[in-house]
């Protein structure tokens, strides 16, 4: 008798926690995934991409793959200034709003930059 009333209440109480569990665990968090291109549509490998969040100053930045593709995952949610940029381009910044768990795609085409050259002497 007593061992069945013990089965019983490990049963009651694993059942409350694998209720209770997932209210821990809500997402409040994005992710925010584009690529980066040139003026032709070609992928612009190896750029940075910067995520900072507008009202807290919270600041991501990830490199683009060889496909120009980035992705951040598991980002706070709020207003973002995204900004792109690669040696040899104009860098280039958007606005973005997140949501909880939206996964957004914000993609970029840079425009070449000019040559600039410093000399030392």
């Keep these: ?3 069945s009333r013990l089965c019983v209440l490990l049963s009651v109480l ?3 926690l694998a209720i209770a569990i ?3 665990t809500q997402i409040t968090t994005a992710t925010l995934q584009g690529q980066i291109l040139d003026p032709s549509g070609g992928s612009i490998p ?3 991409v910067t995520a900072v969040n507008k009202a807290t100053g919270v600041t991501r930045t990830v490199e683009t793959t ?3 593709e980035y ?3 598991a980002i706070p949610v709020g207003d ?3 900004t792109a940029e690669s040696t040899g381009f104009q860098t280039q910044a958007k606005d973005v709003t997140l949501q909880v768990g939206q996964t957004a795609t914000l993609d970029f ?3 070449v930059g000019e040559a600039t050259e410093k000399v030392i002497v």
């Design 1 to 3: 008798m007593r061992m």
């Design 14 to 16: 694993v059942f409350v």
């Design 22 to 24: 997932p209210t821990w």
């Design 46 to 48: 190896k750029a940075k």
């Design 66 to 68: 060889s496909s120009g």
């Design 71 to 73: 992705d951040l995952t």
């Design 80 to 82: 973002y200034t995204v």
């Design 109 to 111: 085409s840079l425009a």
